[in-house]
Nanobody, 115 residues
């Protein structure tokens, strides 16, 4: 069982930055990949970014050039650096881990961007 704990969400003005962290209970070096998704009320959860254990990354078109996903294997932590935030980035952000055939989710952290 893998536990994921997100932190770093909050309230920020448009154009500002936040960094989300996701601390995993296991060694993320062994995880196939980790990622961030987000969800707003009434909408399905959508991919924001993923990073494989080899360091390959994928980003949603809506965040390319503004968000950066990274990982620190020594700290078992994945980060999402979010710059140039927009009101439409407001959502609950969830960390996810792909471990063999299993997918694990964190509880989510709220990000609110105001104009």
């Amino acid at each position: 069982q893998v536990q994921l704990v997100e932190s770093g969400g909050g309230l920020v003005q448009a154009g500002g930055s936040l960094r989300l962290s996701c601390a995993a209970s296991g060694s993320i070096f062994s995880f196939t990949a980790m990622g961030w998704y987000r969800q707003t009320p009434g909408k399905p959860r959508e991919l924001v970014a993923t990073i494989t254990n080899g360091g390959s990354t994928v980003y949603a078109d809506s965040v390319k050039g503004r968000f950066t996903i990274s990982r620190d294997n020594a700290k078992n932590t994945v980060y999402l650096q979010m710059n140039s935030l927009k009101a439409e980035d407001t959502a609950v952000y969830y960390c996810t881990a792909y471990v063999a055939i299993h997918t694990y989710w964190g509880q989510g952290t709220q990000v609110t961007v105001y104009n």
